[in-house]
């Protein structure tokens, strides 16, 4: 089956931040308007994906205006009836193509359901994705952060505080960014 990636606007975010809040726990969640506010200033951008059909069956949040290079996947799903068949493997290589000019792609795999971590984890670690060595954790509770090094092949751990600083201060303010995420090298 084919797929393809359209690029969201403002419309798509309305329609689709109610689904992420089904799809995601409250403690991994940032307000629909920094998402708005970061998709205008070009720092988020929302990605649909369609079937050959072009039916929407997902969707996923990059955070991508870094400074060191780095693209942050920080929502991605597949709606339920089009789970279980090689739909996010795709997306996962679309979104691959999509910033193969960034050193990586980074994304979190929080510790809320281990068996669901767990498949989450094993997926993204099939594509390539490695764990980065750093003490990590969203709303409080412990998640793994994970990279696909692309151009750059360098370990992004000794410098990963100020990546992901850099990533999410474009998209929440500080105040909130110190209460919602923790990060620290080991």
């Not at 984890?121 to 969203?138: F, M, P, R, S, T």
């Not at 360098?154 to 100020?162: G, H, L, M, S």
Request: proline share 4%; aromatic share 12%.
């Amino acid at each position: 089956m084919e797929y393809d990636i359209k690029k969201g606007g403002h419309k798509d975010m309305c329609r689709i931040y109610p689904m992420m809040e089904f799809d995601f726990l409250p403690f991994e969640m940032v307000r629909q308007a920094y998402l708005q506010r970061a998709m205008m200033t070009g720092a988020a951008e929302l990605l649909l994906l369609k079937n050959e059909n072009g039916l929407e069956i997902g969707y996923a949040v990059t955070y991508k205006k870094s400074l060191y290079g780095y693209v942050l996947l920080s929502y991605l799903a597949i709606y339920p009836p089009f789970r279980g068949k090689g739909a996010g493997t795709r997306f996962l290589a679309l979104i691959r193509e999509r910033y193969a000019f960034c050193r990586g792609i980074l994304l979190e795999v929080a510790h809320d359901e281990a068996a669901a971590a767990k498949r989450r984890y094993n997926l993204y670690a099939a594509q390539g994705y490695e764990k980065v060595d750093c003490a990590y954790h969203i709303g409080g509770v412990e998640t793994t952060l994970m990279c696909l090094r692309l151009m750059g092949k360098e370990d992004p751990a000794p410098a990963i505080v100020r990546i992901i600083s850099d990533l999410y201060l474009k998209i929440i303010p500080e105040r909130v960014f110190h209460k919602f995420l923790s990060v620290k090298t080991v």
